[in-house]
């Protein structure tokens, strides 16, 4: 199967910084990639659609300001956690569908963020 | 509106013995229904997937499910557990009848125990 690649898969930093999460497709172009947050023992809830070349799509409640999204190629989203605050800390996960093949969704390996 | 409900928290069972794991949906459509794995610290595996075709849905490492409509019900089963299955079970349906917008289940935690 396609294969979606996130990075990084831990990160701790500091309250008050930035902390980008890499979702690359490897082998397929995908127009929308999907990126969830899962809290301790629950489930995960989508955060934003990415879309290729176009401003993100956010559920109620998250905040674009905070959770900045960029899709600047067909293998490449990138989430961007603004002023981290450890609130943020969660595990992050992506995911994207390719559009040429099956219709199965392919999710990264996540991002544990842990904010101190 | 779409929704999913895992009836159970933590499922526990011996190795060798069958495996239950429920699952209710709630949709306005015909829906696309999945079941997908996670390891600890780790992303999702699909399992298996309905998508209208054969009510009863086979999918990877023996496990199957059958979407039964009259009940609303996609419940996740296999013969017989192995020590390896012990992790984290969603049940998640998608809201276009494709793969945009899934909605997941609280998860199912499924011990094994020799």
Known sequence: GAVVSQHPSRVICKSGTSVKIECRSLDFQATTMFWYRQFPKQSLMLMATSNEGSKATYEQGVEKDKFLINHASLTLSTLTVTSAHPEDSSFYICSARDPGGSTEAFFGQGTRLTVV | ?114
């Open chain 2, 1 to 114: 509106a779409q929704s999913v409900t895992q009836l159970d928290s933590h499922v526990s069972v011996s190795e060798g013995t069958p495996v239950l794991l429920r699952c209710n949906y709630s949709s306005s459509y015909s829906p696309s229904l999945f079941w997908y794995v996670q390891h600890p610290n780790k992303g999702l595996q699909l399992l298996l997937k309905y998508t209208s075709a054969a009510t009863l849905v086979k999918g990877i490492n023996g496990f199957e499910a059958e979407f039964k409509k009259s009940e609303t019900s996609f419940h996740l089963t296999k013969p017989s557990a192995h020590m390896s299955d012990a992790a984290e079970y969603f049940c998640v349906v998608s809201l276009s009848g494709g793969y945009n917008k899934l909605i997941f289940g609280a998860g199912t935690r499924l011990a094994v125990h020799p």
